[in-house]
C-alpha cells in the first residue's frame, strides 16, 4: 500500500484545504456566467437549496469514507466494501472520480490560463482608458488564438502538477491562510463600489427576487451540478483530502464552514459582476467570458483601478490552483495505488490533461465548430456535462456507499458525532439527498 500520501498538520490546515479545493473558479467565473445563463434568482435560490440539502450531507459522506478508509479512493473504498461484505467493485467508483476531475481540470487549466494573461495584461496597463467595447472585442481576439490560450494552459499546469508532485506542502496551506481573506477583502471592496453604479438595484433584483417562469428540469440540473461542482463534491477529490484528517476534528462543523464561505465568495462575484454588466447595458448571458469582461471595464473606471485589478487577477489564480492541486489529486492518487511512483503519477496525469486541454484550447478558434455530441463543441461538452452529469452520478453513488453500504462503526466513529448525530445526518442522506439527486438527475436528462 503506497503510504506516500499527505498529511494535513492541524484542525486548520484541513478547512483551509477544503476551502481551497472548493473556492474557484467555480465561484468567480462559473457562477455568475451559469446564473446569468438560466435565468439569474431563480437559479441562485435552487442552487443555495442543493448546497444545503445535498452539498453538504454529501460532501461529509465523501471526507467520512476517506477518512474511515484512510487511503486513496480507489483503495479506501475496496477496503471499507470488503469489510462489509459488499461488491468490490465499489472501487471503481474511485476510477470514475478521476475520470470525471480528468474532464474538468483539462478545461479548468485553459480558463485559469485566462487569468494568467489577464494578470499580466493588467500590469502592463492594457485596460487603462479602454472603453467596454474595446475590452470585449480584445477578449475576443485573445480567445481566437490558440497559441497564447496555449502557453497559459501549459504555465497554469506546470505550476499545479510541480506542486502535486512535491506533495500538498505546508508552504501553500500557509500561503492559502494568507491570500484567501484577501480575495475575500477585495471582493467586498469589488461589491461597495458595485453599490455606486447604476446596474446595482437591477443586479440585486435579477439576483434575489426570483421569477419562476424560466424554470426548467435542465436549469435545475444545472443549479445541482453547480452546488457539486462549486463544493468540490461527486469526484472523490475531498474523499483522498479526508485520508489525512486529524482524528479529533469535527467534519461537520468543517463542511458548513467550507459551505458558508464557498456561497458568500459566489455572492459578492455576483453582486460586482451583475452591477456591472446592468450598468453597462450588456447581456447577462454572456456566457464563459462574462467575468473576464466585466471586471476590466469595472476597474477601469476606479481610481488606481490597474492595480487592483492586478491584484484580483492574481488572487483568482491562487484561487484557482489550490483547486487545480485537489482536482489533480485523486487521479494521481488512483496512479500511485496502482504502485506507481508519485513522480512518474504526476508525470503522467499533467501529461494526458495537457493534451486533453488542448482541445478546449482550439474550441475557440480551429475547433469552435467541432461539435461531437449534442451540438457542443469541446470546450462546452466538458465544462458542462462532468459537472452536471458525472459529478452529481459519483455523489449520488457516494452517498449511497456511506449511509447504505459501510460498516456501521466505521461510518459513525468517521462522522464524529456521536450515535444519534450519525442517524440524524444517514436519515438525511438517505431519505433526501439521495432521492433528490436521483430524480433531478433523471428530470434533467429526459
Ligand atoms: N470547487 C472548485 C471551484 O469552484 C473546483 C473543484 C476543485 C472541483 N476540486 C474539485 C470540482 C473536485 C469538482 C470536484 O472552482
Known amino acids: 500500500m503506497s503510504e506516500t500520501l499527505e498529511r494535513w498538520g492541524s484542525k486548520r490546515a484541513f478547512i483551509l484545504a477544503v476551502t481551497g479545493a472548493a473556492v474557484g473558479l467555480g465561484n468567480i467565473w462559473r457562477f455568475p456566467y451559469v446564473a446569468g445563463e438560466n435565468g439569474g434568482a431563480a437559479f441562485l435560490l435552487i442552487y443555495v437549496a442543493f448546497v444545503l440539502l445535498l452539498g ?65 495584461a493588467s500590469i502592463n496597463g492594457q485596460f487603462n482608458g479602454a472603453s467596454a467595447a474595446e475590452i470585449g472585442a480584445g477578449f475576443e481576439t485573445f480567445l481566437a488564438n490558440p497559441g497564447l490560450l496555449i502557453f497559459n494552459h501549459s504555465l497554469f499546469l506546470f505550476m499545479t502538477m510541480t506542486v502535486v508532485a512535491a506533495g500538498v506542502s505546508k508552504g ?36 434575489f427576487l426570483p421569477s419562476f417562469d424560466a424554470l426548467t428540469p435542465t436549469v435545475v440540473l444545472h443549479a445541482m451540478g453547480h452546488a457539486f461542482f462549486t463544493l468540490a463534491v461527486g469526484a472523490c477529490a475531498l ?18 464552514a467550507v459551505a458558508a464561505l464557498d456561497i458568500s465568495v459566489a455572492l459578492l462575484a455576483g453582486i ?108 462546452e461538452l466538458v465544462s458542462s456535462i462532468p459537472p452536471d452529469v458525472f459529478l452529481p452520478l459519483g455523489g449520488l453513488l457516494i452517498a449511497t456507499f456511506a449511509a447504505w453500504v459501510m460498516p456501521h462503526n466505521a461510518a459513525v466513529s468517521a462522522l464524529g458525532m456521536g450515535e444519534r448525530g450519525y442517524r440524524l445526518w444517514r436519515n438525511i442522506v438517505r431519505w433526501v439527498s439521495i432521492p433528490l439527486t436521483f430524480i433531478v438527475l433523471l428530470g434533467g436528462l429526459l
Open 239 to 256: 474523499m483522498a483530502y479526508g485520508a489525512y484528517m486529524p482524528e479529533e476534528q469535527s467534519l461537520p462543523k468543517a463542511a458548513f
Open 56 to 120: 453538504i450531507p454529501v460532501m461529509m459522506a465523501e471526507i467520512l469514507i476517506g477518512r474511515a478508509g484512510r487511503r486513496g479512493p480507489i483503495q479506501a473504498l475496496g477496503a471499507l466494501a470488503a469489510q462489509a461484505g459488499a461488491s468490490p467493485n465499489w472501487r471503481w467508483l474511485g476510477l470514475f472520480g478521476a475520470l470525471t476531475v480528468f474532464c474538468i481540470l483539462s478545461f479548468y487549466s485553459v480558463v485559469s490560463g485566462w487569468s494568467i494573461e489577464f494578470l499580466v
Open 172 to 207: 501553500l496551506e500557509r500561503l492559502n491562510n494568507l491570500l484567501m481573506p484577501l480575495l475575500y477583502a477585495l471582493l467586498l471592496l469589488l461589491a461597495v463600489y458595485a453599490a455606486t453604479t447604476d446596474g446595482f438595484s437591477t443586479a440585486l433584483a435579477w439576483l
Open 272 to 379: 460586482a459582476i451583475f452591477s456591472v454588466v446592468f450598468a453597462q447595458g450588456m447581456d447577462p448571458a454572456e456566457g464563459p467570458g462574462l467575468m473576464f469582461v466585466t471586471l476590466p471595464i469595472a476597474f477601469s473606471e476606479l481610481p488606481g483601478g490597474a492595480i487592483w485589478l492586478s491584484v484580483f487577477f492574481l488572487l483568482l489564480l491562487l484561487a484557482t490552483w489550490t483547486s487545480a492541486i485537489n482536482l489533480a489529486e485523486p487521479m494521481v492518487a488512483t496512479l500511485q495505488g496502482l504502485g506507481l511512483r508519485r513522480s512518474i503519477s504526476t508525470a503522467i496525469v499533467a501529461f494526458s490533461v495537457w493534451l486533453m486541454g488542448l482541445l478546449s484550447a482550439f474550441s475557440f478558434s480551429t475547433l469552435a465548430e467541432f461539435r461531437p455530441l449534442f451540438g457542443r463543441n469541446i470546450f
